[in-house]
């Protein structure tokens, strides 16, 4: 239903709170000025001009869209998350409960009967199980980088988009990690808890400036390049290591092979996903090829480092050094809960000298769980609203530009299938009823969305329109916007 614009008097633009939220049916003109007009000319120019400012309103603005056969849109959010998505969430009228841990299975499994949205971070596990149960799940936010906590090929078989943020918190995981090289390099961590036992101990032996040092650099995405530019603005060197070949940034060079960056670097930091290949990535021959007293931090994946051979090498003082910030396996909850019955290696892990754990703080940072909550939370409402799949990670990405006010008695249908021949045939053959005004159609893997905008369609054969859409053999989920 399209919104009013009303139009006043002064010449500033509307504020926000001046854009009424009923849903009149036509755009609302307030008084121009009624001044004496000398001539009927002017009149006529005055209600021209008049016109045009209606017409142009009503070109410009975009059309707020409702969903057929869905009431309030209904969103559940785990993990405390970022109180910028409740705002833009609540801003549209969605209906948001939250809660600030993740739930147990039989919880989450209840809650999640009944919602159009869910958003999660990283110890939330989407099942095929869970998914299963989501009768209503049209989309998944995980406000944070990685996806692996959702079984992403089921969601998407079920025609569920999900959605991340892959940007949003580079900038504080890389300033972590070049904090952590200055502490390793200094031993300060050491020191600090010296002096927070009563001990003075100044020392020299083993303590180094980062300047000149070379700096080996893991995967080279959105959080490497940002370290990338980081440490060369301190003096280091720069080297990277990435499966594909990317472009360097600053003086900074790509190697040929890990084991050739492994072999030249002082510093070691890893900033790769969660897959096949990079389980377990870092392990005794890796270890060893590194250079005598050199030093690493993972800043990524729990399982891309192997733990116990981690223990070994920095029992035997070839590697002088680490910084973790994540662990295969990680409590649900803050609290004592860091031990050995999570993982079995944790005693003699936190008993290595010169070893920086962190809970897992990379994107911890105001800014960045506030970016986060911005860049998840709008991505969600443009494909509640809009149907655009721009950045879904397990999606076709599709995008058509938004409805406007002078586009009456239009519909965007948005109709997720299984990728085989002769289903856009079928389903042109139901829009071709009316007037299809544009379309766009993509495919991944097994599954094809198609977005849609027709026109000639009155309120009340929208129904008829949605029954014929999902009853076609091969529909996935249909939503139909308008």
């Not at 733990?307 to 920095?314: F, G, K, Q, S």
Request: hydrophobic share 40%.
């Amino acid at each position: 239903m399209s919104r009013p614009i009303p139009i006043k008097n002064s010449s500033r633009r509307p504020a926000e709170s001046e854009i009424s939220s009923s849903p009149p049916s036509a755009v609302e003109v307030n008084s121009w000025p009624t001044y004496p007009s000398p001539s009927p000319f002017l009149d006529s120019n005055l209600a021209i001009f008049t016109r045009r400012q209606s017409d142009s309103s009503r070109s410009t603005v975009a059309k707020q869209l409702k969903p057929f056969a869905t009431r309030d849109i209904k969103i559940l959010l785990l993990e405390n998350i970022n109180q910028a998505a409740h705002d833009i969430f609540r801003k549209q009228g969605y209906q948001v409960e939250s809660f600030n841990t993740s739930l147990p299975v039989d919880q989450l499994i209840e809650k999640i009967h009944d919602v159009h949205v869910i958003g999660i971070r990283s110890k939330t596990n989407l099942t095929s199980q869970i998914l299963q149960n989501a009768r209503n799940l049209v989309v998944v936010g995980c406000f944070c980088i990685g996806t692996n906590q959702v079984n992403l090929e089921f969601a998407a078989k079920k025609g569920i988009a999900v959605f991340n943020s892959p940007f949003s918190n580079s900038r504080s995981v890389a300033e972590l990690v070049l904090a952590e090289i200055v502490c390793l390099a200094r031993q300060l961590c050491e020191r600090s808890m010296e002096m927070h036992q009563g001990t003075w101990n100044k020392v020299s032996a083993h303590c180094s400036e980062i300047r000149g040092k070379t700096l080996g650099i893991v995967g080279y995405g959105h959080i490497g390049s940002q370290l990338s530019v980081l440490a060369e603005s301190m003096g280091m060197k720069v080297i990277y290591y990435d499966v594909v070949p990317l472009m360097a940034l600053g003086t900074a060079k790509q190697m040929t092979s890990l084991n050739c960056l492994l072999s030249l670097a002082d510093f070691v930091s890893l900033h790769v996903p969660e897959l096949a290949e990079t389980t377990n990535m870092i392990g005794q021959p890796e270890l060893a090829a590194m250079q005598q007293g050199s030093y690493i931090i993972n800043a990524s994946r729990g399982h891309v480092v192997q733990i116990p051979a981690l223990i070994d090498a920095m029992k035997s003082g070839h590697i002088a050094g680490a910084a973790l910030d994540v662990y295969p396996n990680e409590p649900v909850a803050n609290g004592p809960l860091f031990t050995s019955q999570l993982n079995s290696w944790t005693e003699d892990l936190v008993h290595l000298k010169n070893l920086i754990l962190s809970p897992h703080i990379g994107g911890s940072t105001e800014e960045a769980q506030s970016a986060i909550g911005a860049e998840v939370g709008e991505a969600i409402v443009r494909y509640v609203n809009e149907g655009a799949t721009t950045g879904a990670v397990n999606f076709p990405e599709v995008r058509l530009r938004p409805l406007t006010l002078e586009e009456d008695n239009h519909a965007r249908v948005l109709h997720v299938h299984q990728n085989v021949p002769g289903v856009l045939r079928t389903v042109n053959e139901i829009l071709s009823e009316h007037n299809v005004d544009k379309q766009f159609s993509d495919s991944r893997g097994p599954i094809a969305y198609l977005m849609a905008d027709v026109s000639n369609v009155s309120t009340n054969e929208i129904e008829n329109l949605y029954k014929k859409l999902t009853a076609t053999p091969y529909n996935i989920a249909t939503r139909l916007l308008y």
